[in-house]
């Protein structure tokens, strides 16, 4: 059988893209002609606020006195697991030497980039939880300066627990600033800042435009788009979790797709029935955002095996990836795109997003076929070096002299040459690649 839509987007990811390019180079240009007085001009426009840019300890102080006990150690909690998590990857980092050829070393070193921006929105919802994945991240990673910057409300500034979870994760300052702004300050060292060397978080389709133009410039995680989900369900699963599971994420906008592949018919009708009931009890906000996805940009997708779902879902190589179905050892082995995977009815995409540990800043717009999300590595410059003897450096002189002539580089073939004579004036090389 192949596969059937008994549900089929009526639009895509891009289907509703405004052509944003000119009003952000617009921005980056007015600000680092103008420095801190244009980003300032900017906040004041976009962000209606004017409170201080940059917060000081008491200003820090203030902020964490107004969490919740409770939230804080809500927030702890997920700090120490991701801290834990990036720890744990950041050992898989080791660096190497190894002897290439005899008396010819080769080397490989791990190297944390000086400085981070971490973008954490404000806008919608209060991120928190990207203040703890971008700068616990940076933090384990070795950076030396990390700025996190996230909007301002204009009466409130930036929110509080946004604050706090920035702070006890490590950032060293904490910039009120959103937008296009927020990130040209970050990026071009304004305000005293020492210039980023890599942007990371996630934002709206201004902050991702912005991360896109300057990258080259800078780093940047990960150009995102709209944030999306897909769920592999047999017939075991239970419906009403697998329906609240893609409710969960249809939540976060009104373009971000949801998709459910099953090899079960009876399955997949009872989770269509489920969910209009279940966006249906959301809060206002959440149940338009949910609505509009559900509507426009869901699919649900009838396979004849889990082979065909497998294959299905390497193609959509989604965002997040849940797996709700028999035997995931082989799931796990069997699926290669995705940014991150939520194996069985235990666990599910709202726990990475928030407190596991695992990183919930992740490829989206099928990004995952060609990189995984962020991580304590993507602030990590793999470098490398080598060093030789003399008579190490003998064979690999003769084969850059020859494949240099033959490609037409003669300057490089006589750097390889000038050290043959030094190093062995007796000895006659055949330095040409004709034989």
């Known amino acids: 059988m192949a596969r059937t839509y008994l549900k089929k987007a009526t639009l895509t990811s891009t289907s509703h893209a405004s052509d944003v390019h000119d009003t952000v180079v617009k921005i980056l240009e007015d600000i680092e002609a103008g420095g801190d007085q244009a980003a300032l001009d900017y906040a004041a426009k976009f962000d209606k606020y004017t409170g201080p840019v940059l ?17 804080k150690a809500d927030i702890r909690f ?36 000086d400085a981070a921006g971490c973008y954490v929105p404000g806008g919608r919802y209060s991120h928190i939880a990207s203040a703890i994945m971008t700068v616990t991240t940076a933090k384990v990673a070795g950076c030396k300066h990390i700025t996190a910057c996230s909007p301002p ?60 133009i300057l990258f080259g410039r800078v780093g940047i995680d990960m150009i995102a788009g709209p944030t999306d989900s897909l769920i592999l369900a047999d017939g075991r699963a239970d419906p009403h979790i697998v329906a609240t599971d893609l409710v969960s994420q249809a939540e976060h906008g009104y373009n971000s797709p949801v998709w459910l592949v099953t090899d079960d018919e009876g399955l997949a009708k009872d989770v269509m029935e489920w969910v209009p009931a279940l966006i249906a009890a959301l809060p206002e906000l959440n149940r338009d955002n949910a609505a509009a996805a559900w509507r426009d940009y869901a699919e649900v997708i009838l396979c004849a095996d889990r082979e065909e779902m497998a294959s299905v879902s390497d193609e959509y190589a989604p965002e997040h990836l849940t797996v709700q179905a028999e035997d995931l050892s082989w799931w ?26 695992t990183n919930h800043v992740l490829p989206t717009s099928g990004a995952a076929r060609y990189t995984g999300g962020l991580s304590v590595h993507k602030y990590m410059k793999i470098v490398t070096w080598q060093r030789a003897t003399r008579e190490g450096s003998k064979p690999v002189a003769e084969a850059t002299a020859r494949i240099s002539r033959l490609e037409g580089m003669e300057g490089h073939a006589r750097s390889a040459d000038v050290r043959l004579a030094k190093y062995f004036p007796d000895e006659h090389f055949d330095l040409t690649s004709k034989g």
């Not at 009815?345 to 407190?355: C, L, Q, R």
């Open 332 to 357: 796990l082995n069997r699926l290669t795109c995705y940014g991150s995977l939520f194996l069985g009815e235990e666990t599910t995409v709202s726990y990475g997003d928030k407190a596991t540990g």
């Open 153 to 212: 409300r204009a009466d409130a500034g930036v929110a509080s627990a946004i604050i706090y979870a920035a702070h006890i994760c490590g950032a060293d300052r904490i910039m009120a600033m959103g937008g296009v702004q927020g990130v040209a300050a970050m990026t071009y060292g304004l305000f005293g800042l020492p210039a980023a060397n890599i942007l990371v978080g996630p934002g709206n389709q201004f902050v991702a435009e912005a991360k896109r």
């Open 78 to 113: 997920a700090h120490d697991n991701v801290k834990r998590f990036a720890q744990a990857q950041k050992a898989t980092l080791q660096d190497v030497e190894y002897e290439v050829v005899p008396g010819f070393i080769a080397g490989q070193k791990a190297i944390p980039v």
């Open 55 to 71: 917060l000081s300890e008491a200003d820090i102080k203030t902020a964490c006195a107004k969490v919740p006990e409770k939230l």
